[in-house]
């Protein structure tokens, strides 16, 4: 008798990656990521699976079906007892699913209100799941993430919401979106702190510079060269921000503001032997607090400063200091890519939230 297999719908495909996805901690993009997998499964015991059959399934997608056990083995690995359990998991989660496929819902219950500026509703919800687990709060956020894709004034729900803690936490930071596909995103984080002298506590402060630095990166990575400097301007010479302090909040916006500083340096036309000195203090402050940081901060930390490095002119030669200072974390990913520029080594340390959901 031959071995079962199992015809796949893209959102099943979909659900199984964007699992694989957070459990491996990089994102399956190529064979490279696939022969680490395979290496991930053998070396915990789950089974051997060859790198041409994960390619085809996670990268060259051509409609083909598995066999039941390839399916089992990556449902044991993120956690399940087997692929049903794992199929009959997404269906609950997902109320428009069916086991053949994922019904179409054109707009969401948030999406109308939303486009209808009916604001009590949704303050209410917000407040009702304000105990909910992070997993259900991460699917509204998205719900109202891509109901702003399509609304005509998303600007309007982020005036009227600024001050939602739900708003703030889920939608502006957690799921914040770097390649600003909102229209008038920016907006948001206009409103969400940009006057420094009213960040009288630290929280703040964390506020400030997590607002700044993001409308900095944007404006920076897309050429508006004078809204760049207007910011950097503010947050790098007019305001002077304490080390002390910036060790006080969290290591994103902490770490955002170091690294981008080459790019503010760069646009003021800083001296290179100057910007040299910063990169060194900056890798200095990378290695020296590297034990004190948790997985999660280094691949943070490593992802924000070699970005900056890809988006700069600076020396190719720090680009490996920086690599050597995170050489644990290349363990995790494809062997080849400690190797390979930054630019490659990028892909596998994508540490926002939104993107292993919503992928550019």
């Known amino acids: 008798m031959s071995a079962s297999r199992y015809t796949l719908n893209t959102f099943t495909l979909s659900e199984l990656k964007s699992e694989l996805t957070l459990k491996l901690r990089f994102s399956i993009i190529g064979k490279p990521a696939c022969a680490k997998l395979s290496e991930v499964l053998v070396n915990e015991g789950y089974g051997y699976l060859s790198v041409a059959t994960l390619y085809r399934l996670f990268v060259k997608f051509e409609g083909i ?193 170091r690294a981008y500083k080459i790019w503010y340096f760069q646009l003021i036309g800083h001296p290179k032997n100057n910007i040299e000195d910063y990169v060194s203090e900056l890798l200095d402050y990378c290695k020296s607090k590297y034990k004190s940081f948790g997985i999660d901060e280094r691949k943070i930390v490593f992802h924000c400063v070699a970005e900056v490095f890809c988006s700069s002119n600076v020396d190719i030669a720090y680009h490996l200091v920086l690599k050597t200072i995170f050489k644990d974390e290349f363990g995790t990913i494809p062997n080849f890519v400690f190797d390979k520029s930054l630019k490659k080594a990028l892909p596998y340390f994508e540490v926002n939230g939104l993107l292993y959901y919503r992928p550019i």
């Open 65 to 257: 079906a598995p066999y039941q056990n390839t399916l089992n083995i990556l449902a044991n690995f993120i956690g399940y007892d087997c692929w049903p359990d794992f199929v009959k998991n997404i269906e609950a989660k997902n109320d428009n699913y069916s086991s053949a496929q994922k019904k179409v819902v054109t707009n969401t219950l948030i999406y109308y209100c939303i486009d209808s500026r009916t604001t009590e509703p949704l303050l209410s919800f917000f407040e009702s799941i304000e105990d909910m687990d992070h997993e259900f709060k991460a699917k509204v956020a998205l719900d109202i993430y891509d109901s702003l894709l399509k609304t005509k004034n998303p600007e309007e729900f982020f005036s009227t919401f600024i001050d939602n803690k739900f708003v703030k936490e889920y939608v502006l930071e957690i799921m914040f979106d770097p390649a600003f596909r909102i229209k008038n995103y920016e907006h948001a984080y206009k409103l969400y702190c940009n006057d420094f002298n009213k960040a009288t506590s630290i929280a703040a402060i964390q506020d400030y510079i997590f607002s700044q630095s993001v409308l900095f990166r944007h404006y920076f990575l897309s050429g508006n060269v004078p809204e760049a400097f207007s910011i950097g301007k503010r947050i790098y010479s007019d305001n002077s921000i304490a080390s002390t302090d910036l060790d006080s909040i969290f290591i994103f916006p902490n770490i955002r503001y």
